[in-house]
């Protein structure tokens, strides 16, 4: 993947992101708003002032690594509505393990096992 240090993972939501989220990589807020709001109005019925972009700060490079290269090569915002899951959870906030399973989820499994 090309070095895209100015272009940053946001989770966009309307309402509450547990009811559905979509990723959108964009350099700052700004740029992720608009992109959002194409994505959700594709799943859902939301009005512009409705929609929220939330930066996320862990796990940059996994979700960097799943935008388009040429896209981020280029600095233009784009989303994705599919984004891998946690099979537990349901979540995507991270890198899942060979199961499908993210660390937390992980984790919970093996201290319940012990």
Partial sequence: MP???TMRPYMAFAGE?????????A???RDAKP???GLLMALFDVDYTE?????LREHRDWLLSLGNPRHLAAGRAHGLIDVPACTACGLWHGPLD??????ACAALQVTEAA
């Fill in 27 to 29: 350099r700052d807020c």
């Fill in 98 to 103: 060979a199961d499908g399973r993210c660390t």
């Fill in 51 to 55: 929609v929220r972009v939330r930066r």
């Fill in 3 to 5: 070095d895209a240090p």
């Fill in 35 to 37: 992109v959002a709001y």
């Fill in 17 to 25: 992101p547990e009811h559905g989220a979509v990723l959108v990589l």
